[in-house]
């Protein structure tokens, strides 16, 4: 394997990619504890817990993610991240306050979804009592 000085890093979640670029390194935590990859780390696979991932690109710049329990995957000079929920904050300071909004929102989502099936479930019965009452 070549010497690199960056490497692609994935994030993908269920519905649509978090991100997708080059970082000259990255943190994060895993079920057995903290890490830190560099471009020419060793391969491995990892299973994340709900953490903070630190992507930290060309310049110093540092893209900062709240994400749920995933797998990460470092072969050759690609890192390929899987996990059900994510999010990106501007800053750490922020992320609490990001990952609070996005769980709202999620919520909400459930609730309208559960209302949705409650009535789907009410006009099936309704239907097969039908079904009984008829000659």
């Known amino acids: 394997m070549s010497m690199a000085r960056e490497m692609q890093v994935r994030i993908g979640l269920p519905d649509r990619t978090l991100f997708d670029g080059t970082a000259t ?11 830190g990859i560099l ?20 310049g110093g710049t540092e893209r900062i993610f709240g ?35 996005f769980f709202d929102t999620l919520e909400d989502e459930e609730r309208v979804a559960r209302a949705a099936l409650s009535r789907l479930e009410a006009d099936m019965v309704r239907r097969f009592a039908g079904l009984r009452t008829q000659p």
Request: hydrophobic share 50%; aromatic share 4%; net charge negative.
């Open 67 to 101: 994400v749920d329990d995933g797998v990460l995957v470092k072969k050759g000079h690609d890192v390929d991240i899987a996990v059900q929920r994510g999010v990106e904050a501007p800053d750490l300071a922020s992320l609490d306050a990001v990952v609070a909004g």
């Open 39 to 58: 471009p020419n780390h060793v391969d491995f696979v990892t299973a994340l817990v709900p953490a903070v991932l630190v992507i930290t690109q060309e």
């Open 25 to 35: 390194q990255l943190g994060g935590v895993a079920a057995n504890g903290g890490f």
